[in-house]
């Protein structure tokens, strides 16, 4: 077979495999060598079929290794049906956005592709005096479309079965990539005999070419008026991890649309790829001896969890709120809810949480690397790149699993199996304690168990994993935590130790490994929380830690601090950035609202990583994630205001952001606002991050402050030996 049909043979196998899973942005095409390849088969039962019967003739294939799989409550999607005004579209209503589509006069004259099919949400007011049992307001979806070189924002009303609003995009930006374009776009290139001839020059087999789209920015007007793709590869030879095989400085600009190749840069012709030995992160491929493990460890609930799902709506303890998993922001915690232990009352404190940007700049300026800026919210989808969820690895037994009902970009609906878990967790933490000591001669020793809600979801946003996790606990606290892991994005060079470098050589970043080099980079994830403090009338208060200085006081003592309120007026007072040495609460009060002895109720922000962004404000990668230019925004509810970095991030060049919102500089005192904050990393590359990563977390905390008259859970009871399940090991 010529290399040409072959190939393209191989690139429509990879593409029926894409299609049906959605799980990668990443074309692979395999070595059809003799070697037996083992892949799980549980989890690809249809992509092993039919691999195996191509391969029939010949001695390789892949192994049908069905690894036990944990019992999973199933869905029946076909039937579901809204049970909340913020359910996400059903299966069936998905079909229905399809049909109506179909159907109108401006799509079904021409090819186009649906880049977002999600739930228009009811109006706030209206979710907020709904009742469980009565009617929903009327079902609407919110449709992203892109046909004829323009995007169109629709609204589709399902009851009357027909488009309602239509908005087309006359401003910068375009709608993220789907799955189908990364597919078709990632094996464009092989279509160019100069691309072809490169590859085969680096002395790379084509059988064993990995290409992936990267998104490109946006660095002037030269790069305006068409959708733009950038395409790198790599060599998958040897090792799954084709990520640290990079052909380096091979660089294809496509047009995404037309699949035109429009330049193709060669810079790395002398540069060695790195080897392939030891990088392969999979089980099947480690040396044995194994490192040996630790004892299993699993929480056993003899009577059950303790939450109850309906739906998408939970109950924990004193907590409800309803979950729904999203393609762009992947989960959304939505109208989250205490009973207060005194009164029995639920009270409101969060209508809507979720990560409406993720920004990765690497900090490499040259020509193969200035443009990988990612926002990968906005360019990707979080939840377009989630991964169903491995029990008993990335969820525990005691888990419950639900699963993400999204539509491809002809509007068919699919099914991202177990895509978000829900458990209880006990790491044997206190909730509170206190020991009487000896000498007041009295005998006391509480001890409160801290058990915790998790509500999880991993992306796998090309080469690197995101864990994101709603972590709810019985004092009123939520916390977010967001887990980073997965394979370094790495840049080959002719280096094999780092006595060979010089001190003018610029590296930008760590050698890792022969010919290896990770990039320095950063992540930035922003969350939007519209906190709704016992109402939507609410307040930002920036408690600043004044140091006092004393000159001759009654005391020796020559200096302390206290707290000092400033109640925010518009949102310039409210854009903050963190510093440790001018430190401050942040409060979100409802004024209107206080506590018995008068205090006013709110919660507080309580940051975690505060890497900052060091770029240049006036850096076209900057301009578009302006939104990291502070740490902490406060900006008046408004319903077209939720992402971050703009409705339409790919090609955006920053002229809206939540920093361009926010200059508008609005009244926020006593007003339904949202709270902005950005959880940031700055990571210089170590060895210890290669072949894959370790994880390293980061979280920040929403945490009662006066929201309630005394510690809530001051009442709880402790463990008792009789109340725990007795677990022994099986007999050998």
């Known amino acids: 077979m010529e290399a040409s049909s072959y190939l393209r043979v191989m690139f429509l196998i990879m593409a029926s495999l894409l299609l049906m899973h959605s799980i990668r942005t990443w074309i692979r095409l395999p070595s059809l060598g003799s070697a037996k390849i083992e892949l799980d088969c549980s989890d690809y039962e249809s992509w092993c079929t039919f691999k195996n019967r191509i391969q029939s003739s010949r001695s390789a294939g892949f192994m049908l ?46 090819n186009f592709t649906l880049h977002s099919v999600v739930l228009e949400e009811p109006l ?17 979806a919110s449709v992203i479309a892109w046909a004829d070189g323009h995007a169109y924002k629709l609204v589709v009303d399902l009851e009357l079965g027909k488009i309602t609003e239509n908005q087309i995009n006359h401003e910068n930006g375009y709608p993220a990539m789907t799955m189908e374009d990364m597919i078709s776009v990632s094996r464009a290139p092989l279509e160019s005999k100069e691309f072809v001839e490169i590859i085969e020059k680096r002395e790379v087999n084509l059988s064993e070419l990995a290409c992936g789209p990267i998104s490109p920015g946006w660095f002037g007007p030269g790069e305006e008026g068409r959708r733009l793709i950038k395409v790198m590869c790599f060599s998958s030879a040897g090792t799954a991890n084709f990520f640290v095989r990079p052909i380096e400085g091979l660089v294809v600009l496509v047009d995404l649309d037309t699949k035109e190749i429009l330049k193709i840069i060669n810079n790395g012709k002398d540069i060695p790829l790195p080897k392939a030995e030891g990088t392969d992160y999979r089980l099947s491929a480690q040396k044995y ?18 939450f109850k799902i309906d739906g998408h709506q939970v109950k924990w303890g004193s907590w409800e709120f309803h979950v729904r998993p999203d393609p762009r922001a992947g989960m959304i915690i939505s109208v989250a809810a205490f009973k207060d232990p005194e009164t029995g009352k639920m009270r409101r404190v969060l209508y809507k949480g979720f990560t409406s940007e993720l920004f990765v700049p690497y900090m490499d300026p040259g020509e193969g690397w200035y443009f990988k800026t990612y926002l990968d919210a906005g360019e990707y989808g979080i939840g377009l790149t989630a991964m169903s969820l491995d029990p008993l690895n990335d969820c525990p037994r005691n888990a419950h699993y639900m699963d993400g009902v999204f539509a491809a970009a002809d509007g068919t609906p699919y099914v991202r199996s177990n895509m978000v878990c829900i458990f209880e967790r006990y790491a044997g933490e206190i909730a509170w304690r206190h020991t009487e000591c000896p000498i007041s001669d009295m005998q006391v020793r509480e001890v409160r168990p801290k058990v915790t809600l998790v509500v999880r979801m991993a992306a796998s946003v090309g080469n690197y994993d995101y864990i994101l996790d709603w972590e709810f606990q ?13 394979i370094l994005m790495v840049k080959s060079t002719k280096y094999e130790n780092v006595d060979q470098i010089s001190s003018t050589d610029e590296l930008h970043g760590t050698l890792l490994a022969e010919n290896t080099v990770g990039i320095i980079h950063d992540h930035y994830l922003t969350f939007y929380l519209d906190m709704d403090i016992d109402g939507i009338d609410n307040s930002f208060v920036q408690v600043k830690m004044a140091k006092q200085t004393v000159k001759n006081g009654p005391t020796p003592r020559k200096s302390f601090w206290k707290a000092e309120k400033h109640i925010a007026r518009t949102e310039k007072d409210a854009q903050i950035k963190l510093s440790l040495y001018q430190p401050s609460e942040f409060h979100v ?6 506590t018995n002895i008068g205090n006013p109720v709110g919660y507080k922000l309580v940051p ?8 240049d404000h006036d850096d076209p990668p900057q301009l578009r994630a302006a939104f990291t230019n502070n740490q902490i925004w406060v900006t008046p509810y408004n319903r077209s205001e939720e992402w971050a970095g703009g409705q339409y ?51 920040f905390d929403l945490k009662p402050t006066n929201f309630f008259e005394r510690n809530p859970i001051m009442r709880t009871a402790p463990f008792y030996e009789k109340d725990l399940p007795m677990c022994a090991a099986p007999a050998e």
Request: glycine share 6%; charged share 25%.
């Open 289 to 306: 001896p194994l490192i040996p493990p630790l004892s299993p460890i699993s929480i056993e609930q003899s009577k059950g969890p303790s």
């Open 474 to 486: 019985t004092d009123g606290l939520i916390r977010a935590k967001v887990g980073l892991s997965g």
């Open 589 to 594: 009060i409802n004024p209107s609202k206080k």
């Open 65 to 110: 290794r069905n690894k036990p799989k944990q019992q999973q409550q199933k869905s029946d999607h076909e039937s579901e049906i809204a049970k909340h005004p913020l359910d996400p579209l059903t299966l069936k209503e998905i079909k229905g956005v399809q049909s109506i589509m179909q159907k109108n006069s401006i799509f079904n004259r021409s």
């Open 124 to 140: 706030k007011s209206e979710v907020l005096s709904w009742k469980a049992g009565s009617s929903l307001p009327t079902r609407k």
């Open 649 to 699: 991030v790919y090609q955006s060049k920053g002229d809206d952001t939540l920093a361009v919102w926010s200059d508008r500089n609005r009244p926020i005192e006593n007003k339904d606002i949202v709270l902005w904050y950005t959880l940031g990393f700055h990571h210089l590359p170590c060895q210890e991050d290669y072949p894959i990563m370790p994880t390293v977390s980061s979280s």
């Open 608 to 615: 975690g990583a505060t890497a900052a962004s060091l770029l």
